[in-house]
């Protein structure tokens, strides 16, 4: 008997977030059910640094993203532009 994935909004994609350097990161995100938090502490394993903020293009402006919202909820998806303000605790 095969197990049965449920559905989500979509399935595993790679959300792609560029720092205040110009470097880009490409987060595994399991769904967009995730929380903007989830997203900062991949960058913050991903990178070694902390996340100041994290935003999104929408439209001309960048709007910053609220950490207790979902991905879906904050309208990020696999082909938003997002930027991460990264700092070094060191």
């Known amino acids: 008997m095969s197990a049965h994935r449920p559905l989500t909004p979509t399935s595993s994609y790679y959300l792609k977030v560029k720092d ?3 470097a ?3 987060l595994p995100i ?3 059910t995730k929380t903007v938090a989830y997203a900062k502490e991949l960058i913050r394993k991903l990178t070694r640094m902390y ?3 994290l935003e999104v293009k929408d439209g001309e ?3 910053e993203l609220d950490d207790q919202k ?3 909820e904050e309208g ?3 082909n938003s532009d ?3 303000e990264l700092f070094s605790t060191g």
């Open 76 to 78: 990020v998806g696999e």
């Open 82 to 84: 997002v930027l991460a």
């Open 51 to 53: 996340v100041q903020k």
């Open 61 to 63: 402006e960048w709007r």
């Open 70 to 72: 979902t991905l879906v």
């Open 30 to 32: 399991a769904d967009e």
């Open 24 to 26: 880009e990161y490409f």
């Open 20 to 22: 205040q350097n110009g």
